[in-house]
């Protein structure tokens, strides 16, 4: 028997409802995806015939987040490598630009997975790119076969690095005798097409395939096939998945969120040491997720936001509540007196107040008062672990610890 230690407590509270992980987990492939098989087969329509070593147009995939661009395209890669197994006509390349973000990066990457033989691979740095470029000419050329290169986040890597590998990829095939290259680029970002150059546009988009968000119906679909492995039958309260759903369907139909919800909902469950998952754990799985992201928002601040953000906190808790720009500013340059911190001027913190509403963390009104001019309203709208999370900030240390001087009367 296992000796007792720190963890035995917290696993014998933990009460085991989630039969499989990965399953809930965003990188796993399904077998299986519902309402994606119209665009699956809009794909392997283009794509089927590198099968037969003729070359598929090059496509565009365009849709908003979470709306299973990445999960396709693997599942047909798969489909493909069983289509071809030792990969004679056809060769499916995967880069994921949002990791391997630096030119050289793609390529080292993209050039590994087609170069197989071990003593022709490209060194991990030290070559030019117009070395790597004609080197993957070559080898590519002597093989005789298809290449698709499936390119994911490929805005990411435009955004950074320019279209120098575009160009090159999309102009390979001039150079080509035998084999030729075909391009899949995946994007959430629909404009990024009108920066390309015109050459790159129209043969990056020689087909364009658009997936659209997911409504609550298919949503539900979606969290049901993969609840069905993941859990044992009546784990989930009938109510769960159809919460998840439609909660994730307001917020722009996104799978990954609502995959996130049930499992985050199951893991607080299992915490609990609570034997079955309901809405009550989705709806504090919510409130957890919203909670991660403004906190990851409110790390991110300057020290001049965080001080205009502690000064409408102050406010409120001296229930001056909405307050105007004018309030926030004299609170504002009294922390800056405090903890010695150069204060901006009104108008600057007048624009700070902006981006925090922006960012949805206090809500500002414009509010006109007739001829005396107009000002804004200001309310604060984030919970009390944010608020928590400000005043204990580093940065404030000194303005909590201040004590006011006592008036001493003078006799
Ligand atoms: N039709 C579907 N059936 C089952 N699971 C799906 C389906 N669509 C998406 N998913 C799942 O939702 C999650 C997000 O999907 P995916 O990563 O493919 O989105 P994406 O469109 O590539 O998003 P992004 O633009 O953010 O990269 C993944 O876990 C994926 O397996
Ligand atoms: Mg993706």
């Not at 509270?13 to 077998?31: A, C, G, H, M, T």
């Not at 005789?144 to 986040?153: G, P, W």
């Not at 079955?276 to 936001?305: C, F, G, M, W």
């Not at 953000?309 to 405090?338: A, H, R, W």
């Amino acid at each position: 028997m296992t000796e007792s230690n720190i963890f035995t407590q917290y696993m014998q509270k933990r009460n085991v409802i989630v039969k499989d992980k990965k399953i809930l987990q965003s990188s796993y492939i399904p077998e299986n995806l519902p309402h994606r098989m119209d665009k699956i087969n809009e794909v392997v329509e283009i794509v089927a015939p590198s099968l037969n070593k003729d070359k598929p147009s090059n496509i565009l995939i365009i849709g908003k987040t979470g709306t299973g661009k990445t999960a396709v395209m693997n599942y047909i890669g798969k489909e493909l490598r069983k289509a071809d197994p030792n990969q004679d006509n056809c060769a499916f390349i995967y880069v994921n630009c949002e990791v391997v973000d630096t030119p050289y990066g793609i390529l080292y990457n993209m050039s590994n997975q087609i170069i197989e033989e071990p003593n022709m691979k490209i060194p991990f740095t030290g070559w030019s790119l117009d070395r790597i470029f004609s080197e993957l000419t070559k080898y590519i050329d002597a093989h005789d076969k298809i290449y698709i290169i499936v390119l994911d986040e490929i805005d990411r890597s435009f955004q950074k690095n320019g279209d120098d590998i575009f160009y090159f990829l999309t102009t390979i095939n001039e150079v080509l005798k035998y084999s030729k290259v075909s391009i899949i680029g995946i994007t959430n970002n629909a404009k990024f097409t009108e920066f390309l150059s015109p050459k790159i546009k129209s043969r990056l988009g020689e087909e364009k395939i658009i997936f659209p968000p997911y409504n609550v119906v298919q949503l539900q679909d979606i969290l049901y096939e993969r609840a069905k492995f993941a859990f044992d039958e009546g784990v989930l309260e009938p109510d769960v998945v159809p919460y998840c759903a439609a909660l994730s369907a307001q917020e722009m139909g996104d799978a990954r969120k609502a995959l996130d919800l049930l499992r985050i909902s199951a893991d607080i469950a299992e915490r609990n040491g609570d034997k079955k998952v309901t809405s009550a754990h989705v709806r504090y799985a919510k409130n957890k997720i919203e909670l991660d992201a403004v906190s990851e928002i409110i790390k991110t601040l300057t020290i001049q936001s965080k001080t205009v953000l502690l000064s409408v906190i102050l406010n409120k808790e001296d229930d001056n509540e909405p307050m105007t720009t004018g309030d926030v500013f004299t609170k504002y340059k009294y922390i800056c007196d405090i903890i010695g911190q150069s204060a901006l001027t009104q108008r600057r913190v007048a624009g700070l107040i902006s981006e925090l509403d922006m960012l949805g963390i206090v809500h500002a009104r414009v509010k006109s008062f007739g001829r005396a001019g107009r000002t804004k309203e200001i309310e604060l709208s984030t919970p009390k672990e944010i608020v928590n999370m400000i005043k204990g900030d580093d940065a404030f240390i000194d303005f909590f610890a201040y004590k006011p001087p006592t008036q001493t009367t003078i006799c």
